[in-house]
């Protein structure tokens, strides 16, 4: 028999399974060429795996896509490796990942070493002056679109309005969360436990206020934010801003805006926003170290959960449990982006970018890195005058 022409078949689709190699090419490609965000993302993966090379049925591959939803973690990196590991297994898997995150992250990586050389030059100051107003409107919008499919009843609007109490009074991210979760399990009429979700927030990395630099502390909390992150990878800033602004004051609001900024501007996983971070407070070092840490838990999860894909998702429980933490995470991204907001829009002019930019975005769907470079350019013109 000839090696090359049998490839074994994969039980869940009943498509051939293919070669890690061709795997790498797909996903580097993507990884390098993917702006917009994780919606923009998951069309090109379908595209791509459905349309032109078949690897997938749509019905498996909105099964993948279903399965990267129910669990923590950047969405569009984790259905990249639901991918990798239905096209070529487990070293699938892991290659998808791998090679969907790469690029972003050295090129962040650069980027990041630009910045803290050059970030204190004034043409450089105005131009991250220009983009922060326009991060803010990305994020508004995001708010938007996520708030009209979460808030579909009642009880989810409760939800989220209990944890933007919670979040002024200063109540830990998490412990909202969790309080979102359980809140919704007990609107749905669900009378199991939810202890284990409970312990899960208990074991929060909470560091201590003002607490010293450290690469293991670094990685620890990036590791416990890529481990909770449900729903939109917006949600990253109010962890973010919590740990990393608010207690530890390793980083301030405009390093955190231009950080988002950066994440923004480059293809791939907006996730990266963490290497940008590690460079800064860490080198190169720190930016492998945030790295590893925000996204360690979306291959261990994928790995777990793809036997049980179908069990979970079709759990009245899980789907309650979900309803509630995306509640939750929706006030987090309110609370935050009013925050921000603050610290980007700070007269007429930023003002007036903030406001073309959200027009842009929701009324004519402007790609977010075009009109980046435009806030940058009008302020740069603007504070260079």
Same mark, same amino acid.
């Given at each position: 028999?000839?090696?090359?022409?049998?490839?074994?078949?994969?039980?869940?689709?009943?498509?051939?399974?293919?070669?890690?190699?061709?795997?790498?090419?797909?996903?580097?490609?993507?990884?390098?060429? #993917?702006?917009?965000?994780?919606?923009?993302?998951?069309?090109?993966?379908?595209?791509?795996?459905?349309?032109?090379?078949?690897?997938?049925?749509?019905?498996?591959?909105?099964?993948?896509?279903?399965?990267?939803?129910?669990?923590?973690?950047?969405?569009?990196?984790?259905?990249?490796?639901?991918?990798?590991?239905?096209?070529?297994?487990?070293?699938?898997?892991?290659?998808?990942?791998?090679?969907?995150?790469?690029?972003?992250?050295?090129?962040?990586?650069?980027?990041?070493?630009?910045?803290?050389?050059?970030?204190?030059?004034?043409?450089?100051?105005?131009?991250?002056?220009?983009?922060?107003?326009?991060?803010?409107?990305?994020?508004?919008?995001?708010?938007?679109?996520?708030?009209?499919?979460?808030?579909?009843?009642?009880?989810?609007?409760?939800?989220?309005?209990?944890?933007?109490?919670?979040?002024?009074?200063?109540?830990?991210?998490?412990?909202?969360?969790?309080?979102?979760?359980?809140?919704?399990?007990?609107?749905?009429?669900?009378?199991?436990?939810?202890?284990?979700?409970?312990?899960?927030?208990?074991?929060?990395?909470?560091?201590?206020?003002?607490? #010293?630099?450290?690469?293991?502390?670094?990685?620890?909390?990036?590791?416990?934010?890529?481990?909770?992150?449900?729903?939109?990878?917006?949600?990253?800033?109010?962890?973010?801003?919590?740990?990393?602004?608010?207690?530890?004051?390793?980083?301030?609001?405009?390093?955190?805006?231009?950080?988002?900024?950066?994440?923004?501007?480059?293809?791939?996983?907006?996730?990266?926003?963490?290497?940008?971070?590690?460079?800064?407070?860490?080198?190169?070092?720190?930016?492998?170290?945030?790295?590893?840490?925000?996204?360690?838990?979306?291959?261990?999860?994928?790995?777990?959960?793809?036997?049980?894909?179908?069990?979970?998702?079709?759990?009245?429980?899980?789907?309650?449990?979900?309803?509630?933490?995306?509640?939750?995470?929706?006030?987090?991204?309110?609370?935050?982006?009013?925050?921000?907001?603050?610290?980007?829009?700070?007269?007429?002019?930023?003002?007036?970018?903030?406001?073309?930019?959200?027009?842009?975005?929701?009324?004519?769907?402007?790609?977010?890195?075009?009109?980046?470079?435009?806030?940058?350019?009008?302020?740069?013109?603007?504070?260079?005058?």
């Amino acid at each position: 028999m000839n090696r090359g022409t049998a490839e074994p078949q994969n039980r869940e689709t009943g498509i051939p399974r293919g070669r890690v190699n061709e795997v790498a090419r797909l996903f580097l490609r993507l990884g390098a060429s #993917s702006f917009g965000g994780p919606a923009a993302h998951i069309a090109l993966m379908q595209d791509e795996v459905v349309r032109k090379r078949g690897w997938l049925s749509t019905a498996s591959f909105l099964d993948a896509l279903s399965a990267s939803n129910v669990i923590p973690g950047p969405n569009s990196t984790e259905l990249a490796m639901h991918v990798g590991h239905q096209r070529a297994g487990a070293r699938g898997l892991i290659v998808a990942g791998v090679c969907f995150i790469l690029p972003s992250a050295l090129l962040v990586c650069a980027l990041a070493a630009g910045y803290a050389r050059y970030a204190s030059v004034p043409d450089v100051g105005h131009i991250f002056y220009g983009i922060k107003p326009v991060v803010i409107a990305i994020v508004a919008v995001a708010v938007w679109t996520l708030g009209r499919t979460t808030m579909t009843a009642v009880a989810p609007a409760l939800v989220a309005a209990g944890a933007l109490v919670l979040l002024a009074a200063g109540v830990h991210e998490l412990f909202v969360l969790a309080v979102s979760g359980a809140a919704a399990l007990v609107a749905s009429g669900t009378r199991q436990s939810f202890g284990a979700f409970a312990v899960s927030a208990l074991a929060t990395v909470a560091p201590a206020s003002g607490a #010293s630099f450290s690469l293991g502390l670094m990685f620890l909390l990036f590791l416990k934010t890529g481990a909770v992150l449900f729903g939109s990878g917006y949600v990253l800033l109010a962890f973010l801003r919590a740990d990393f602004v608010e207690r530890l004051g390793w980083l301030t609001e405009q390093q955190l805006l231009d950080a988002i900024a950066v994440g923004q501007l480059t293809p791939g996983p907006v996730s990266t926003t963490a290497t940008f971070i590690g460079y800064l407070l860490g080198g190169p070092f720190g930016a492998l170290v945030a790295t590893v840490g925000i996204f360690m838990p979306a291959f261990v999860f994928v790995a777990l959960t793809r036997p049980l894909v179908d069990r979970v998702r079709r759990s009245a429980r899980m789907a309650a449990l979900l309803d509630g933490i995306n509640a939750g995470s929706l006030a987090m991204m309110v609370f935050v982006l009013a925050q921000l907001a603050r610290s980007a829009v700070v007269d007429g002019l930023t003002l007036a970018i903030a406001i073309v930019a959200l027009l842009a975005i929701a009324r004519f769907r402007v790609n977010s890195v075009w009109l980046m470079a435009g806030g940058a350019a009008v302020a740069w013109i603007a504070r260079s005058s």
